[in-house]
């Protein structure tokens, strides 16, 4: 079940490894970098540079649990 496609993400302006990104937090829920990073495709190292801006944009949310920090997706729907 595809739950927004890629080429609505990159009209709003995300590249390809944003869009990675998102897509992988929300399938996965909340998450840590290691996890959107295997998920995802994106090297870990790379996903640091892009996760600021996807919070910034409200695509991402980040929680802290403990002493980690989690991220998840926001709702496909909110961002339409």
Known sequence: MKIISKSILQSL?????QTAIYLAALELGESNMQELARKSGVKRTSIYNFIEELKERGFIIE????KRRVYSGVDPKQLL
Do not use: F, R
């Not at 929680?63 to 403990?66: I, L, T």
């Open 13 to 17: 302006g995300l590249t390809e490894q």
């Open 63 to 66: 929680v802290k649990k403990k």
